[in-house]
């Protein structure tokens, strides 16, 4: 790959083989696939009570994410699905519920109807593809890319997709913004050194839990805290080259 026009030209050409990859792969596969990262995210992500996580309405076949928000929102979390307001514009998320009232989005996905605008602390975002250094292939509409940078504060990141997505490389440029964790039914993983390293479920949670810490979140316990209500014990991890997968903590 030479210059982005190249590149732009060969995502869209592996974009449309892998979406018609994972359709093609079959209802009961992909059920399958479903449950397995499902109980990798419960296991991995505990999330805790007030935190706001955003998903995404499943879409051509991707994973389903509904069933791990209903265990998260039985915990305490607040759901929110994502709303593109214009085009080039980061994303703003709704509060959701079942039973929420909705209205088609873009592409007819299901958007909560004049619900509460929230600031996601983590988010479940889905790839057509992904590379060994967490990058994500989307729709090529860069909504998530957009939505990262203008954060105040980085939410949490963790892609998810089916093991046969995984490709070496996506040609990140540097308007692309890696995950912070990648799930397939195969494992959850992180980069380490440009390639893509298997965590187990206690290595997920205490790599996820430091990560929130660093950046403050959830948002409303970083609120309680500056008001004094409790404080958090701190996260050394940022310490030491490499934990994060980039050489140190990220902000």
Known sequence: ??????????????????????????????????????ALLLDGFPVSRGTVIAYCWPFKDEFDARFAIRRWRERGAIAALPEVTAKAQPLQFRKWWPGAPMTP??????????TEVLAPDAA???????????????YGGGYFDRTLMACNRRLLAIGVAYEMLRLPTIYPQTHDIPMDFVVT?????????????????????????????????????????????????PCYAGEFPGYFGDGGARD
């Open 1 to 38: 790959m030479k210059d982005w026009v190249e590149i732009r030209a060969w995502r869209k050409v592996k974009r449309a083989e892998l979406v018609a990859r994972r359709e093609a792969s079959g209802r009961a596969q992909r059920q399958s696939w479903n449950e397995r990262i499902t």
């Open 124 to 138: 479940l975002v889905p790839m057509n593809g992904f590379d060994e250094q967490c990058y994500r292939l989307g």
């Open 185 to 233: 039914e195969a494992a959850v993983y992180a980069s380490d050194n440009g390639k893509l390293m298997a965590l187990t479920a206690a290595q997920s949670r205490e790599r996820a839990a430091c990560i929130m810490q660093t950046r403050r979140l959830p948002r409303a316990a970083a609120l309680s805290e500056e008001q004094g209500q409790f404080s958090s014990p």
């Open 105 to 114: 989005g873009v592409y007819d996905i299901p958007v909560p109807a004049a």
